[in-house]
């Protein structure tokens, strides 16, 4: 077991691939020590199961991974929440240039005042309260970021949506928990789809200094026993699936 002073941990959201799923929202992760709450991504849908988790006033901030709508698209509906509910409080949002120019399309002033807005990039990184993040860029058709969170010394992270070229070892510092997405059964491995199979999370966490394996962004309909399989042929380690209200601590 890490030693892990903070209380690191990370729950569950949202973790349906591509599009919601009956029983689950879109990519959204509550990241959680002690004293700070972050939420990763904000899928289509996860509000609802986010404050089952969190009021919103108690949120500190929000980090989105890139602009697809599967990853952020509930922002306009937080951005409601956080104008009219919360009285224009300032809650901290981090993203990609190309999330910033959607939002500002789908509501103008949303990073105009309701949302503290910065843009990130794979050289960013961020101190939130007793958090540390560090990105790297994914293997994906837009800017995408995959993001680490440490504090205390133990460690989370996201792999966002990537293709095969991208691998958890580019952060160059060991991680702990890591969620990571397996899009894709293996017989779709060579339709040059931008996403990895569980095989190939598999083989690219073992390549890495990873200490237990979370499979999300599974798209509704598929097999999710299939990417188990599939990731615990490659990966020694311990592997788990990603469920709405799953917490997982280092
Ligand atoms: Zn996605
Ligand atoms: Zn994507």
Redesign the pocket.
Known sequence: MTNNPNGLKLTVIGCSGTYSSPDSACSAYLVQTDSTSVLLDAGPGSSIELQRHIELENLDAIVVS?E?P??WTELPSLYHAYRWGLEDSQIPVYGTAGTRTLLDSACESATNGTFDWTTIDAASTLVIGDMSFSFTLTD?P?E?LAIRVESGGASVAYSA?TGPGWTPASFGMPIDVLVYETTLPISYEDREIPHVSGREAGIRAEGADVGKLVLTHIPPGHDASERMVASSAEFSGPIELAEPGRTFMP
């Open positions: 890139h697809h599967d990853h994906h837009v995408t949506d």
